[in-house]
T-cell receptor
Framework: EAGVTQSPTHLIKTRGQQATLRCSPI?????VYWYQQALGLGLQFLLW???????NRGNFPPRFSGRQFPNYSSELNVNALELEDSALYLC?????????????FGAGTRLSVL | AQSVTQPDIHITVSEGASLELRCNYS??????LFWYVQSPGQGLQLLLK??????LVQGIKGFEAEFKRSQSSFNLRKPSVHWSDAAEYFC????????????FGKGTRLHILP
């Protein structure tokens, strides 16, 4: 069974551009979480989607947004990129509610903003 | 506020020696507790979890962790480390019976001496 897959593996953008990151959850998982892992800051929660709806959001500006599609895959969009957005972006998925909050992670997308 | 503290940023042990990584948490309710491992360039892999019951939990790769409510701790242990255990280890906490974000510690990087 395939795990959580993220694409692209690496993404290089310049300041002011937009970035789109994609995540496919484990088959049967309905929740998708996004985290940012920036150097020296650890893992910071970004967004949580469940059944196509945004359920919770971390302390990030509105230029970080996303969505979840009917097949439960998800996109993270970062507009007006800034240098400090350079980080590893990790996606995690979880089974339906009530199954215990065990999140399984993908390998991440390394975003570099020049 | 909810938080996770991993007091050791780096730990170096010799191959074959025992290992203990410390984790303390601050949480207003009964927590779910996790340890994840991240190898260089990889995503996070779940080592073990504690939800309830026996406070000594066994995980993959020979790791175990003990939940001590009185000390708000969830330390990770391994009796004999292997060179392949060199990685970064994250302790994390989530809310029992809730499916939202997990809060991560800042990680402990484990170095293994041959």
């Amino acid at each position: 069974e395939a795990g959580v897959t993220q694409s692209p593996t690496h993404l290089i953008k310049t300041r002011g551009q937009q970035a789109t990151l994609r995540c496919s959850p484990i088959s049967g998982h309905t929740s998708v979480y996004w985290y940012q892992q920036a150097l020296g800051l650890g893992l910071q929660f970004l967004l949580w989607y469940d059944e196509g709806e945004e359920r919770n959001r971390g302390n990030f500006p509105p230029r970080f947004s996303g969505r979840q599609f009917p097949n439960y895959s998800s996109e993270l969009n970062v507009n007006a990129l800034e240098l400090e957005d350079s980080a590893l972006y990790l996606c995690a998925s979880r089974l339906a509610a009530g199954a215990g909050n065990i999140q399984y992670f993908g390998a991440g997308t390394r975003l570099s903003v020049l | 506020a909810q938080s996770v503290t991993q007091p050791d940023i780096h730990i170096t042990v010799s191959e074959g020696a025992s290992l203990e990584l410390r984790c303390n948490y601050s949480y207003g309710a009964t927590p779910y507790l996790f340890w994840y491992v991240q190898s260089p360039g990889q995503g996070l892999q779940l080592l073990l979890k504690y939800f309830s019951g026996d406070t000594l939990v066994q995980g993959i790769k020979g790791f175990e962790a003990e939940f001590k409510r009185s000390q708000s701790s969830f330390n990770l242990r391994k009796p004999s480390v292997h060179w392949s255990d060199a990685a970064e280890y994250f302790c994390a906490v989530g809310r029992m019976n809730r499916d939202d974000k997990i809060i991560f510690g800042k990680g402990t990087r484990l170095h293994i001496l041959p």
